[in-house]
């Protein structure tokens, strides 16, 4: 080993001893795998069956109701303050199911690993591209960049704080939220693969049923022919509830 | 989309073969049994979305995923899901496994002491043998950030350490 030191070392290699020994008790059931698969088909059926629900609360309520049927388009509702202040909480958004997805675009994604429920982002980085948010000299980042370009982003709640440097991979989009000091997205999970990617918005309806374009994004015709209605909205007091804590609020 | 049967068998033979040391690396990386098995739950069920792409090592994605699920713990508590009703793992029907119970429980202790990125780092580094240049890049982070986590992390780590096992674990100096 290098030169780390002296004590350092004896912890290093006291961590190592207890790692050998405790490694036996670490085994999988028997049957590990198999769950592992079920849980696949189930969620992949749940994915095919678009469920948009805004919250694990009414999961369950809208299972049922959220079976596939036949329109191009979609209603979702923003459950938490992360795309503020493009789409508020309890706002909807209406989203094309065969879109092409580009950057800019504000998108539904389902399926991420630990979050078992959609969630509307902003797509930032395509395939291939550099994302990044470099410190200035104060340890601030004022824009995210590109490819090595700033972005301008009038939509955002800055979040000021630096991220290093990410290649999005082939299949994968880097996703960010509007309010990026609260939000959850690309920095915590990474690149994110297209697959689960299944709507791109095209408006937003606030709370009175009024429709708007959301900036930021490249054009979209206005939605036509049936939209598939939105579940529920989820209960007051989970919109700004446990799952997407400490929002930006200004 | 989905799997078929050939490439679900191919799932559960690498998940027979890899599975115990994947737990094993989960088990470092979060504080407990349960725990581990849900992000390693989460990592494979990734890991059956890109099956069919054939990656080049099956094993180091999901090694990857559960770093990045690992890292972020404390700040996104919610990404990773709390903990289930599973079972705490085999009985300590032999000598050997309650040996191994009792270091479990010993090595439990001193990493829980280590916030989230320390506690990566230090597995990462001194548990798997990483160099600092490939623990930076899995971690996304700078190699000066992976020295100053190695190196709070083991301070914490000797700081929750029995003086007794210090002296006995030969310090020279």
């Known amino acids: ?250 | 989309m989905g799997m078929n049967r050939a490439e679900e068998e191919d799932f559960t033979a690498f998940v027979h073969e890899r599975g115990d040391r994947l737990l094993r690396f989960a088990r470092l990386l979060v504080p407990d049994r349960a725990e581990a098995e849900d992000v390693l739950q989460a990592a494979l069920l990734r890991l059956t979305r890109h099956w069919d792409k054939q990656l080049a090592s099956p094993e180091a994605y999901v090694r990857t995923t559960l770093v990045n699920l690992a890292k972020d713990r404390g700040k996104r508590k919610h990404l990773v899901p709390s903990p289930s009703d599973h079972s705490q793992g085999p009985h300590p029907s032999s000598p050997d496994l309650a040996d191994g119970l009792v270091a479990r429980a010993e090595l439990d202790h001193l990493l829980k002491a280590l916030p989230p990125r320390q506690r990566v780092t230090v597995v990462l580094r001194v548990l798997d043998g990483l160099s600092e240049a490939e623990t930076a890049e899995l971690l996304g982070c700078s190699v000066g950030a992976v020295k100053s986590n190695l190196s709070r992390g083991l301070d914490k780590v000797r700081e929750s350490l029995d003086p007794e096992i210090m002296r006995s674990a030969g310090t020279q100096t």
């Open chain 1, 1 to 250: 080993m290098s030169q780390i030191m002296q004590p350092h070392d004896a912890v290093a290699e006291h961590l190592r001893t207890l790692a050998v020994a405790a490694a036996p008790c670490a085994e999988l059931r028997l049957h590990y795998a198999d769950e592992v698969l079920a849980l696949a088909r189930r969620r992949r059926w749940i994915w095919r069956a678009a469920i948009g629900t805004g919250s694990c609360v009414v999961v369950a309520a809208g299972f049922a109701a959220a079976l596939p049927s036949g329109g191009d388009y979609f209603a979702m509702y923003q459950p938490s303050g992360s795309m503020s202040p493009t789409v508020e909480a309890g706002e909807q958004v209406v989203f094309g199911k065969n879109l092409p997805v580009a950057r800019g675009d504000v998108v539904a994604v389902s399926g991420l690993p630990g979050i078992d429920m959609s969630i509307i982002r902003r797509v930032i980085g395509m395939p291939g591209d550099i994302v990044s948010c470099p410190a200035d000299e104060s340890g601030k980042c004022d824009a995210v960049e590109v490819n090595g370009r700033a972005m301008s982003e009038s939509y955002v709640v800055p979040d000021r704080e630096p991220f290093a440097e990410v290649t999005v991979p082939a299949g994968d989009v880097y996703l960010l939220g509007d309010a990026r000091r609260a939000a959850i997205d690309s920095r915590d999970f990474g690149p994110v693969s297209l697959n689960s990617v299944y709507g791109v918005g095209v408006e937003v309806i606030d709370v009175h049923g009024e429709s708007r374009p959301i900036p930021g994004t490249p054009e979209h015709a206005p939605p036509t022919g049936q939209i598939d209605p939105a579940d529920d909205p989820p209960p007051a007091g989970s919109v700004t509830g446990p799952a997407m804590p400490g929002q930006a609020d200004d």
